[in-house]
């Protein structure tokens, strides 16, 4: 967006791939990458946003549906039962397939009893220099952005969305959000924020019905010395990194990140895990069955058990049979 990345060779540099995923580099297609410009040709510079090809290059393990953004749009069915789960079933299973620092915790929410979760839309903001201002207000002004900086990222929400920004952890002149941004928000989204900044208004954003957030911390002063950077690119949240797109699960311990690709796996097999446990405590109690024998793989007769309990249950999860099986 800012810095024209040179053609130094018809390969990019690992230093101008980072530059254009940050948006601080020029935006090319594949083809532009293999060829440099033609004499007297200027390459456009990327703009505040990710393009959806963007947004598709760094997303490609989700087969779903997107939004025309590009972003991965998780059914929304499976972000309520995302909502059911706990933070400690959705860990181990992103722990298991590799992805290690998907929890930030420390976090100040509005209304801690009331989980929220939704799909990730993503900004960044830097301390602000004259130059970089000027440079982004400009781009902003061309593209047809209206207002300051940080209601950028505001006017592209969607329902089901979580507004989740990169403010470099800044309380004190960096809050992002009052209750009048607070407000617009919920009603484009139905969910809530997550902040590495500060924000303000607090007894006003507890008066939206259903909002909620998380953020550093709670200050009375306005937003000085920031500049939005990016939208919908990747960011660091404490040392989480967060795609555009993926599900956002916020608790009052903390939240997790998980990869819009995973988010049925978690899904489903947290909640086979809670279907155990419950059989499992039952039982227990009941003493049909000892702790040796619950806590290892099942053998043939307790799963005979386990189905049948399972049937007579007066609700359970939409996973078939199949897909239990697979878990127990």
């Not at 549906?65 to 972003?71: N, T």
């Amino acid at each position: 967006m800012i810095v024209p990345v040179p053609h130094a060779s018809r390969r990019p540099t690992a230093n101008a791939i980072l530059l254009v995923a940050l948006g601080l580099g020029w935006a090319t297609t594949a083809t532009a990458q293999e060829r440099p410009p033609a004499s007297g040709e200027m390459e456009r510079p990327a703009g505040i946003a990710a393009s959806r090809s963007d947004i598709l290059a760094i997303t490609p393990l989700w087969k779903g549906e997107r939004y025309p953004d590009g972003r991965p749009k998780v059914p929304e069915p499976l972000l309520r039962r995302m909502k059911e789960i706990s933070i400690e079933e959705a860990w181990d299973v992103l722990r298991q397939r590799g992805y290690e620092n998907q929890f930030a915790a420390g976090w100040q929410m509005v209304n801690p009893d009331r989980p929220f979760v939704g799909r990730a839309l993503t900004a960044a903001y830097l301390p602000a220099r004259p130059d970089l201002v000027e440079r982004v207000m400009r781009t902003g002004k061309q593209e047809g952005r209206i207002g300051p900086s940080n209601s950028w990222p505001i006017d592209m929400l969607q329902k089901g969305d979580v507004y989740i920004a990169d403010g470099c952890g800044k309380v004190a002149d960096g809050t992002l959000i009052g209750d009048n941004l607070g407000n617009s928000i919920y009603a484009k989204t139905g969910t809530g924020v997550v902040f590495d900044a500060g924000a303000r208004d607090l007894d006003g954003l507890k008066k939206i019905d259903g909002f909620n957030a998380c953020v550093r911390g709670w200050d009375p002063s306005f937003l000085k010395n920031m500049v939005l950077s990016s939208i919908n690119r990747p960011i660091r949240i404490g040392m989480v990194t967060v795609l555009p797109g993926d599900v956002i699960l916020a608790r009052r311990e903390g939240v997790i990140v998980v990869p819009a690709h995973l988010a049925e796996e978690v899904v489903v097999t947290a909640e086979v895990v809670a279907l155990k446990d419950e059989f499992g405590h039952l039982r227990l109690r009941e003493g049909m069955y000892t702790p040796g024998q619950i806590d290892v793989p099942w053998t043939a007769p307790i799963k005979a058990d386990f189905f049948r309990w399972l049937r007579g249950r007066p609700s359970r999860p939409p996973i078939p049979d199949s897909e239990i099986e697979k878990h127990l």
